[in-house]
T-cell receptor, first 115, second 113 residues
Framework: AQSVTQLDSQVPVFEEAPVELRCNYS??????LFWYVQYPNQGLQLLLK??????LVKGINGFEAEFNKSQTSFHLRKPSVHISDTAEYFC?????????????FGKGTKLTVNP | DTGVSQDPRHKITKRGQNVTFRCDPI?????LYWYRQTLGQGPEFLTY????????KSRLLSDRFSAERPKGSFSTLEIQRTEQGDSAMYLC???????????FGSGTRLTVV
């Protein structure tokens, strides 16, 4: 079984500051890793995903994440945030096709960008 | 619109009533997933389909919950004898085989009063 821990429930930052949202996962099998963003009363939008290859993954809206197998981490970073980045961010893990394919989500990190 | 469509967006029901939600996935996506999200929590997996076959169900899916995808296209999630604890956002997602680009719908928010 897979599980995800998002270490910070809330992260306040000032506009144009860098941010890192932390995610650790647990799994006994190969996994795929994802970051999603959710704005109020909306569904989830994919920011980026790691399936294989380069451990540094670039996503939409200037976000990037680094897969670290030894640390079982997949932290999300952005060098300079905007007010519009205020939202809830979810890290998720999935088993590979043919195995347990469901996405397992963390509890989320609420990012608040202040002017 | 080629996204995942969920209907209704909001549903208020009295405790004990039955409710049914519908999800229309992206047409070429053979995988369809249902999740439940309560306030302040991440989405929790309920069940998923590969075409019309229901391949996995969570223990969260009590016998009051049933999901179908009869022709491998749209899916319905029914909750019988609703309880206040069923109040949540119900999210549907779909993806094509071999591609992990899950697309989520905007969800159905259920309030049980």
């Amino acid at each position: 079984a897979q599980s995800v821990t998002q270490l910070d429930s809330q992260v306040p930052v000032f506009e144009e500051a860098p941010v890192e949202l932390r995610c650790n996962y647990s799994s006994s099998v190969s996994v795929y890793l994802f970051w999603y963003v959710q704005y109020p009363n909306q569904g989830l939008q994919l920011l980026l995903k790691y399936l294989s290859g380069s451990t540094l993954v670039k996503g939409i809206n200037g976000f990037e994440a680094e897969f670290n197998k030894s640390q079982t981490s997949f932290h999300l970073r952005k060098p300079s945030v905007h007010i519009s980045d205020t939202a809830e961010y979810f890290c998720a893990v999935s088993g590979v096709e043919g195995g347990s394919e469901k996405l397992v989500f963390g509890k989320g990190t609420k990012l608040t960008v202040n002017p | 619109d080629t996204g995942v469509s969920q209907d209704p967006r909001h549903k208020i029901t009295k405790r004990g009533q039955n409710v049914t939600f519908r999800c229309d996935p992206i047409s070429e996506h053979n995988r369809l997933y249902w999740y439940r999200q309560t306030l302040g929590q991440g989405p929790e997996f309920l069940t998923y389909f590969q075409n019309e076959a229901q391949l996995e169900k969570s223990r969260l899916l009590s016998d009051r919950f049933s999901a179908e995808r009869p022709k491998g296209s749209f899916s319905t999630l029914e909750i019988q004898r609703t309880e206040q604890g069923d109040s949540a956002m119900y999210l549907c997602a779909s993806r094509p085989q071999g591609n992990y680009g899950y697309t989520f719908g905007s969800g159905t928010r259920l309030t049980v009063v």
